[in-house]
């Protein structure tokens, strides 16, 4: 049972002898173990006292220490309850032949005559041996055990169980049934683990077949598998009792007892070497041949085997002191060794591997004869283990020199702007001012400089980087290439005096990012931020009127708070060139002058029931509060208006909204409601060219509660506005539009206002305005007019208006009251 994988069942072993027909020995004392894959059962056994241990696959192991015979055999009674469905689940039917025995099923199913106790205790119905097997008896069969499993593997390495149509990617810990194969590939490798611990290494390129242990004649029990073609390295360790590993091969059958390698040629051709302390023997053509330790043997398709030749020792390592190996994320670790040469040998072999008994090797290297180092490139951070072995002119491996240990540190290079070196150049190729980032625990010097944790880039060319840790080691310089950077601009490009030039540099391919370069320019010149263009970058250079004849045009990469320099180039400064005078006109027309300011001390106010003079040349933003008293019924009726008008960006149109609130008092008059109503606009101006002006708008009275509170409707008021400047500092002005409810039955209403304004100075404007409606109210036919006058003062982003308005009709007194004065604030930015 070995280290007990794989097993179907719980059952209960005693750690005694067995009898020849499966009868347990009487004893009461011994060593049991129960092997379950139910962990409460496991938990149970823990309970009843004693000591217990939990080990691999749900085994528990109770020592001498338990006393209570029965808890056990009820727990181990649990235990079969529970697992027998599974067992009889992986169990399969079997018709006895004729001459089948009990033994030979055993031989041909499980590889072992031995195991024909578990045929008996799987078909209870056969009675006590000997038994005598009926040809057409369906006997139960137990699923066999895995032999084997994947230990490890390394890269792409697939298995196809017997059962299966093709092979599959392998994983670490998956189960190898009998007649499983393996197959790795390029710079792959597996290790493979029998039940007895025996180790097989799978090395690249290679197709094996476990079948696992099998018993031979006289009783001898062997671990087995085919090598089709590739390399297998065993590690069978010398424990005494441990099944030898035979290895059949196109062209031998080769039992080894301890350490060795096989390999098969593209040809058939097997080569065995021994390399553990006991004797190997290789069977090929009708011959046997044994191997003393230290010796192999070459095999050829249909020839018998050579006579032992003796193996060739390890090379040795020419430094005694192994310190860390140093390279670059992305890239691994360079490791670089030096051995002495061997007499004889026709190449090394160079084994790197993560683990120290030779498991998931990273790399394989094959180095001639006569060389006296190697390299290993791309090494993952970490320790890794290094062997090497020398090759005879036949092909066969000697023994491998004791796995050395080194530690690889990684570097990583940042370049301009954050990002990563593209690529898996070697060395590595980074623009100017990237940072090289020393591993943990290290620091790292450019050339001569000072010792630093980052160490910036600055000089193109190969660059030599030398790093050490707090030992004081210094592993081999890192090698690394920074670019030289070109920088070109057209062929006419120059820089004028007292002028700003738009300057086209050209950069290399792929270089850094725009928003890391910056100007290098001297004295007398600057410089606006770089923009990246198709093939480069773009500069805003200024010249001073007293710069020099030569200007030396520079780009820098931002590194932190350092300048690292990328190229430069001279450019000549110029004068600018002379204008030539305009032509003068034979009647030069006088200049027009600035059309002064208009007032509108009624003409943003939210009024449902009048349209007012406006401003309607004046764009940009503005913001205004007004409040005013009005004539009522008893006490003034007191009204804020606030609101908000904006020109929309790079389009003639202009929205706004306002609305008013009374405070003191409410009017009664169903056409003067609009408390906390909202009014919305919209519109556009039309004409603004020299004295004349003219715009559009339609507003939309919204109102928020129902009448007698509100307006209680939806009134639209589209009008249009103009005016007409004949003298700069006076202008006439109009609107015209109407007033339409929304309801069947609501007003439908003209409205308009004719106005003068007279601007004594730029700031200041008064004037005066006649203001009518006239149509069909909610309920009756009418008119109202009225005047109406103000002033306004701009002051900046600051303007101020005061208005009065006086009622001339009776209808005009019910829809505004007799009078109105006003007084607002507005702000305005163009």
């Known amino acids: 049972m070995g280290r007990g994988r794989g097993l179907q069942a719980a059952r209960l072993q005693r750690a005694g002898r067995e009898g020849e027909e499966g009868e347990w020995e009487e004893s009461v004392h011994g060593e049991w173990s129960v092997y379950s894959t139910e962990p409460w059962v496991c938990s149970l056994l823990r309970r009843g006292g004693g000591r217990s241990s939990l080990t691999r696959a749900g085994a528990v192991r109770h020592d001498r220490g338990i006393r209570c015979f029965g808890l056990i055999a009820l727990c181990s009674w649990l235990a079969l309850c529970l697992c027998a469905g599974e067992a009889r689940a992986q169990a399969t039917r079997y018709t006895v032949r004729e001459g089948d025995t009990c033994r030979g099923i055993a031989t041909r199913v499980y590889g072992d005559g031995e195991a024909y106790r578990r045929i008996h205790d799987a ?11 009926e040809p057409g008896t369906v006997l139960t069969l137990p699923a066999p055990e895995p032999p084997a499993e994947l230990s490890a593997v390394h890269r792409r390495v697939e298995r196809r169980p017997p059962a299966a149509a093709a092979f599959a990617d392998a994983r670490a810990g998956q189960q190898l049934p009998r007649g499983t194969q393996v197959r790795t590939h ?40 085919e090598l089709e073609r590739g390399a297998l390295r065993s590690r069978l360790g010398e424990l005494a009792g441990r099944a030898p590993l035979e290895v059949e091969t196109p062209s031998s059958r080769a039992s080894l007892d301890g350490d060795g390698v096989v390999s098969v040629e593209e040809d058939g051709t097997s080569r065995v070497a021994n390399h553990g302390r006991r004797i190997a023997t290789v069977e090929a053509g009708g011959e046997r041949v044994r191997l003393p330790p230290g010796t192999g043997t070459v095999v050829r398709r249909g020839e018998r085997p050579t006579r032992a030749r003796r193996l060739l020792p390890p090379p040795r390592w020419t430094v005694e002191r192994s310190g860390p190996v140093i390279g670059f994320v992305g890239l691994g670790g360079n490791l670089r060794g030096g051995f002495e040469p061997v007499r004889g ?13 030779g498991a998931e090797l990273l790399t394989t290297l094959e180095v001639p004869g006569d060389a006296r180092s190697f390299a290993a490139e791309g090494l993952p951070e970490g320790t890794v283990y290094v062997s090497a072995a020398s090759i005879d002119p036949r092909g066969l491996e000697g023994r491998r020199s004791p796995w050395r240990a080194y530690t690889v540190r990684l570097a990583r290079l940042v370049e301009p702007g954050g990002g990563t070196p593209e690529g898996d150049a070697r060395p590595p190729r980074v623009w100017p001012g990237t940072w090289l980032v020393a591993p943990r625990t290290m620091d790292c010097r450019d050339d001569e400089g000072v010792w630093s944790g980052i ?16 030992a004081g080691d210094e592993p081999a310089p890192l090698a690394v290439v920074v670019r030289d950077v070109r920088v070109e601009a057209e062929a006419d490009a120059r820089l004028v005096r007292d002028r700003t030039t738009t300057l086209r540099l050209r950069l290399p391919e ?32 200024y010249a001073a009127p007293d710069a020099p004849a030569e200007a030396r045009v520079g780009l820098a990469v931002a590194a932190g ?40 001390a009624f003409g943003d106010l939210a009024w449902p029931s009048a349209l ?10 503005a913001a205004w509060i007004q409040a005013g008293a009005l004539e009522a019924p008893g006490d003034p009726q007191v009204r804020v208006w606030v609101g908000a008008r904006a020109q929309l960006p790079d389009l003639p149109l202009r929205v706004g909204f306002a609305s008013q609130l009374d405070v003191l008092a409410r009017p009664e008059s169903p056409e003067r409601r609009g408390d906390a109503d909202l009014l919305a606009n919209v519109g556009a101006l ?60 609501g007003a439908r209403l003209w409205s308009g206002a004719l106005g003068v304004d007279f601007a004594p100075i730029d700031a200041l404007a008064f004037g005066a305005a006649l203001e009518g409606t006239a149509g069909r109210f909610s309920d009756r036919e009418g008119a109202a007019l009225g005047v109406s006058g103000g002033a306004e003062l701009r002051l900046g982003l600051l303007d101020v208006a005061l208005g009065a308005r006086v009622a001339l009709t009776d209808e005009a007194r019910a829809l505004l009251g007799a009078w109105a004065v006003t007084g607002s604030v507005r702000l305005f930015a163009r």
């Open 561 to 600: 708070s350092e300048r690292v320099p990328l190229g430069s180039l001279v450019l000549a400064v110029t004068d600018p060139a002379p204008l030539e005078p305009a032509p003068t006109p034979a009647r030069p027309d006088p200049p027009s002058p600035p059309p002064r300011p208009v007032q509108s």
């Open 612 to 621: 007012s003079l406006r401003d309607e040349r004046r764009g940009g933003l």
């Open 455 to 470: 160490v910036t880039l600055r000089e193109t060319g190969s660059r030599s980087v030398t790093c050490r840790d707090r």
């Open 510 to 541: 792929g270089g850094p990012p725009t928003r890391t370069l910056v100007a290098d320019l001297p004295d007398g010149f600057r410089a606006g931020p770089a923009r990246a263009i198709e093939d480069g970058v773009s500069l805003e250079v």
């Open 686 to 745: 039309l004409l603004d060219e020299g004295p004349l002006g003219a715009a559009i708008d339609l507003s939309v009275w919204i109102p928020t509660r129902a009448e007698p509170d509100s307006l209680g409707r939806v009134r639209f008021a589209p009008s249009l506005e103009g005016s007409w400047r004949p003298l700069p500092w006076l202008a006439l002005r109009t609107r015209q539009g109407a007033l339409i409810d929304a309801t069947e039955r």
């Open 123 to 133: 078909n209870p119905q056969l009675g006590p041996p000997p038994h005598d097997l």
């Open 186 to 225: 390029d710079a792959a490798s597996a290790e493979i683990t029998f039940a007895d611990d025996a180790q097989v290494t799978v090395r690249e390129r290679t197709l094996v077949i476990v079948y696992g242990g099998e018993r031979r004649l006289a009783q001898r029990r062997v671990t087995r598998a």
């Open 345 to 357: 040998a026709a190449r090394y072999r160079v084994e790197v591997a993560a683990s120290p008994r």
